[in-house]
């Protein structure tokens, strides 16, 4: 006690606590060495990963990789505190970053603490609203290039000649989950791209599905109560498979189109790099002339379209909820930039009256590619990350209504619902009316009005003017007349009423058409996700009126949903019309199959299973080479640290079985060495590993001793058909097989492996 009191004394008389000099005193001000890195420039490689490197713009604040000199507007604004000392937000510098300001050590703190209370109180009022769909998402800069002049078309500036960039911002998402949810559920994905055009900012705010849900914009609220969490306990987080979804689809059947593609592959992607997007409704391309033309615009992946498997989505949204996330930040870290392509379907007003069977102003419909082909009309490349999630990523404001000269609506009445809600919904999220001030949202283009203030106004407005028309500034800003967006002055005349076309009221063709276009194992699927939603919905009556629904689809769809919920075929739900229900050719682009891509294994994860006692020299040519074709190979191991080689060789494990599960690889490699065989065929971790590579249709190589492991794990040899399985190589000569193994991952998938219920 004596002694305490004695330091609580000379603690009293002393300005710092002298028992711990390394927090205070002037050491506290210089970083300590070893804690203060010098950030690095790292080169990307194919196996950089988050894990091991921070954004390789830290440090410099100019990105070196993908550099776009179009996006040097956001330079001004990046902030890099490398080798700076610590200031408050009036750039007043602090002393100490670690005590309040109190009267004596033990005492009070002081009011008058400003540098304490700035800083909390920034704290306190750091977190925004979560968009209100949406919310959790992913984005990228990068460009657009045109692939020629569209003039004749469309007087859009950034169409105007072969080669032209446009800085764009592109950003994913999922549509219900919350901001912090997993990556990988079943669900839309949002594909919105920020041009940054010369004549202003053109959004193009789509999904990856070309339909929608409901028809008409005065349904959205509901729609997207019935989806979300339920509200009573909010649950369940991110996920459609509840009673009140299902409640609300089968009372509105204009949904059974987009049902089907959101219970099929497509809603759980393998990649945002491996998805298509949509503009869903029909736009109007407008040129100089005057002259429009219908317009549906499309991007299509150079990656190729590639999905999950439903069982491998489950587990990864525990084993890395990040997934999607991160794997568009490695592919972008390391050089492989992702590629799209846009393509357009144009058509005329008098061709779209032709179609007879669907109208073109119905977002629940889309135009076939055999009644329309898509033009490809220029190329995206997703080149750079963002430095800043928030600053960039959770700022960006998107909106249907930023649409440049040459660009127009239609009366899609989802889509002229949506021209409001997106700056709508922005005054609450970004808090206020100067959104368009936040960098990421400015035009590269000048702004020039009279709106003035606001909270948080950045434009300092010189004059004394603020209105339109004046003479005090020479009129100033002036109308731009026809340069300026000139809207379609499309022929309108109607009475005023609440309703929709009867066209409209036709529910099941394109549902049809979308079920004959999947492959066998895409019916599968369909038919095993409406199995897994319907049977989390509590509601007997809710689960009947889908499979009523489906049997408009198909009959043959509807008894297999049937059939696995246990529940007789209901007769079909009663249609909305008596139009009959039309017949489209099955159209194979509407199949995840139609673009295998052109990556090849680029960007794809491999894993290599090591064990004391493995061949060491063959996995290190096997990594080299994968490495080589840019793949990303991993050696997963047991525990951390080293493994003994055949040849005495350590081998490092970069990752172990726990903390890198199966699902987070596109294929798997079981080398030779029998010691390491055998003692992975004794940890059940690597025997589930296996299997859930197996079960999950992917690539499998295994070499010498590794293929008795295939025996432990019990990998059936050959397809259920008897037939051999071309993503199992168990060549024995290493050459060929690494050859036919590098063959079966640019497949991505065995499908014809599947069975139900999986045979491992
Ligand atoms: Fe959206 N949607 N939406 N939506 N939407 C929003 O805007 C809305 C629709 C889409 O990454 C919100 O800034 C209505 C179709 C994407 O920031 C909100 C209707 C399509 C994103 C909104 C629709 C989309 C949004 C929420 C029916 C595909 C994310 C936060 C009339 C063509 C953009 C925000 C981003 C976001 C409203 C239907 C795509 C509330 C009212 C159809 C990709 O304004």
């Keep these: 006690l004596d002694k305490v009191e004695a330091s609580q004394d000379l603690a009293a008389d002393m300005p710092f606590n002298p028992t711990k000099p390394a927090e205070y005193g002037d050491d506290s001000v210089i970083p300590h060495e070893g804690a203060h890195e010098t950030p690095s420039m790292p080169v990307a490689t194919a196996s950089t990963t988050t894990e091991n490197i921070g954004s390789r713009k830290v440090g410099d604040g100019l990105p070196s990789i993908g550099h776009n000199p179009l996006n040097c507007p956001l330079d001004r604004v990046r902030v890099d505190d490398s080798g700076r000392e610590l200031t408050t937000n009036q750039g007043v510098k602090v002393s100490n970053n670690q005590d309040t300001l109190k009267i004596g050590l033990r005492g009070p703190s002081a009011l008058e603490d400003f540098i304490f209370r700035e800083k909390i109180t920034h704290f306190d009022h750091e977190r925004i609203p979560e968009r209100v769909v949406h919310a959790r998402g992913s984005a990228a800069h990068g460009y657009f290039e045109s692939y020629g002049d569209l003039s004749p078309l469309t007087r859009a500036a950034l169409f105007s000649k072969a080669g032209k960039r446009t800085p764009v911002f592109v950003r994913f998402s999922t549509v219900v989950g919350s901001r912090g949810s997993a990556d990988t559920v079943r669900d839309v994905r949002g594909f919105a791209t920020k041009f940054y055009t010369e004549e202003g900012i053109w959004d193009l705010v789509g999904n990856n599905i070309p339909v929608f849900f409901i028809q008409d914009a005065m349904k959205f609220p509901d729609l997207i109560h019935a989806v979300k969490p339920e509200p009573h306990h909010e649950m369940p987080q991110a996920s459609s498979a509840h009673d009140t979804f299902y409640d609300f689809a089968g009372l509105s059947p204009e949904i059974f189109h987009m049902l089907m593609w959101v219970e099929s592959d497509r809603a759980i992607p393998r990649s945002y790099r491996m998805m298509q997007g949509f503009g869903v409704h029909t736009f109007r391309l407008v040129n100089a002339m005057g002259e429009a033309h219908f317009v549906k615009f499309h991007w299509t992946p150079m990656a190729g379209t590639h999905s999950l498997v439903w069982d491998e989505a489950v587990k990864l949204a525990g084993a890395d909820p990040d997934f999607h996330r991160r794997d568009l930040w490695e592919a972008i870290e390391a050089g492989y930039f992702p590629e799209y392509e846009l393509g357009m379907q144009v058509f005329t007003e008098q061709q779209a009256a032709s179609f007879g069977v669907f109208d073109v102003l119905d977002p629940t419909k889309l135009v076939p590619e055999d009644l329309v082909p898509v033009r490809p009309v220029g190329r995206m490349v997703l080149d750079r990350n963002p430095d800043n999630f928030f600053a960039e990523t959770e700022q960006v404001a998107f909106c249907a209504a930023h649409v440049v000269p040459g660009i127009d609506f239609t009366n899609d009445p989802l889509l002229q619902g949506r021209i409001h809600s997106y700056i709508d919904t922005q005054l609450t999220r970004l808090a206020g009316p100067n959104f368009h001030e936040i960098p990421i949202n400015s035009p590269v283009a000048q702004v020039h009005n009279n709106q003035r203030d606001g909270f948080h106004r950045q434009a300092i407005h010189r004059g004394r003017v603020a209105y339109e028309p004046n003479s005090l500034a020479g009129g100033c800003p002036f109308q731009a007349g026809a340069r300026g967006f000139v809207t379609f002055p499309a022929h309108e005349a109607g009475d005023k009423v609440r309703g929709k076309p009867e066209l409209f009221g036709e529910h099941y063709g394109q549902a049809r058409l979308f079920w004959h276009s999947q492959s066998p194992a895409e019916q599968r699927h369909i038919v095993n996700a409406y199995r897994f939603e319907l049977t989390r919905v509590q509601t007997p009556a809710v689960r009947e009126r889908i499979v009523a ?212």
């Design 549 to 760: 629904g489906l049997v408009n689809v198909d009959p043959a769809l509807a008894q297999a949903v049937a059939a696995d919920l246990g529940i007789p075929v209901p007769p079909p739900l009663p249609r909305a019309t008596e139009l009959p229900i039309p017949h489209y050719p099955p159209s194979p682009s509407l199949s995840l199959l139609a673009r295998p891509g052109t990556l090849g294994i680029k960007t794809r994860r491999i894993a290599l299973l090591v064990a004391d006692g493995v061949d060491g020299a063959q996995v290190r040519h096997l990594y080299a080479s994968l490495l080589k074709d840019g793949a990303q190979p991993r050696i997963v191991g047991q525990k951390l640290g080293a493994v003994q080689t055949l040849e005495h060789c350590p081998l490092e494990i970069e990752i172990t079985l726990e903390t890198g599960p199966s699902v987070l690889y596109d294929a798997a490699v079981l080398p030779a060495g029998s010691a390491a065989s055998n003692k992975l065929a004794q940890d059940p971790r690597a025997l589930e590993f296996i299997r859930d590579q197996y079960r999950h249709g992917k690539a499998l190589l295994a070499l010498g001793s590794g293929i008795e492991l295939l025996d432990t794990a019990r990998i059936p040899r050959t397809l259920p058909d008897g037939g051999a399985d071309p993503g199992l190589i168990v060549d024995g000569d290493p050459h060929d097989a690494l050859a036919a193994f590098k063959a079966a991952v640019a497949r991505h998938r065995v499908w014809a492996r599947e069975t139900d219920p999986p045979r491992v």
